[in-house]
């Protein structure tokens, strides 16, 4: 049973166009989201995060978006650049599981940024 | 700094060897994780451990064993191979503390079985 669900397994964007990419839960304990980005042969890197007590996270070119009611966050990266290029992963936690906090991670998105 | 290392970067095994991926860092951080990540699968949570001495079994814990002697150490041992294990595995890490909630990641050690 896939918790978290990413379910664009590619994306191309424009160079300078917004980027978006979606990410669907269905557990209801998970309080705090995450977004990583992996490089081909590299472990993934912690992008921006959000908690469920906010519905928007702003850093730089990169925001995330938390929509509780309806289980779904985004990410937004305006605006793309060749760089972004990467698989872009999204993650779940359930706070309340203090001292035992996994990540739950969902399938990636390949983002393709065309010059 | 060299944050988290992952010993051997690529590894070819027969089915039924064993091997013992080594996870290390120098961050002084309390939590490590080990994953694998298979096309379409996203990264699953082999086995964790929240401080030395310490391990925990996560989503997909059967096949592999872990040991965490030292802080600094994380070590996933196969003892068994097996073509099912043919995958990327991917060592992390974090500390404790409110608000501190990513994991910091090694580079991936590629695992064949044949």
């Known amino acids: 049973d896939q918790q978290v669900k990413q379910n664009s397994p590619s994306l191309s964007v424009q160079e300078g166009r917004i980027s978006i990419l979606n990410c669907d839960y269905t557990n209801s304990m998970f309080d705090y989201f995450l977004w990583y980005k992996k490089y081909p042969a590299e472990g993934p890197t912690f992008l921006i995060s959000i908690s469920s007590i906010k519905d928007k996270n702003e850093d730089g070119r990169f925001t995330v978006f938390l929509n509780k009611s309806a289980k779904h966050l985004s990410l937004h990266i305006v605006p793309s650049q060749p760089g972004d290029s990467a698989v872009y992963f999204c993650?779940?936690?359930?706070?309340?599981?203090?001292?035992?906090?996994?990540?739950?991670f969902g399938t990636g998105t390949r983002l393709t940024i065309i010059p | 700094n060299a944050g988290v290392t992952q010993t051997p970067k690529f590894r070819v095994l027969k089915t039924g060897q064993s091997m013992t991926l080594l996870c290390a860092q120098d961050?002084?951080?309390?939590?490590m994780y080990w994953y694998r990540q298979d096309p379409g699968m996203g990264l699953r949570l082999i086995h964790y451990s929240v401080g030395e001495g310490t391990t925990a079994k996560g989503e997909v814990p059967d096949g592999y064993n872990v040991s965490r002697l030292k802080k600094q150490n994380f070590l996933l041992g196969l003892e068994s191979a097996a073509p099912s294990q043919t995958s990327v595995y991917f060592c992390a890490s974090r500390p404790t503390g409110q608000g501190t909630y990513e994991q910091y990641f090694g580079p991936g050690t590629r695992l064949t079985v044949t």
């Open positions: 993650a779940a936690s359930d706070l309340s599981n203090f001292g035992n906090e996994k990540l739950t």
């Open positions: 961050m002084n951080h309390e939590y």
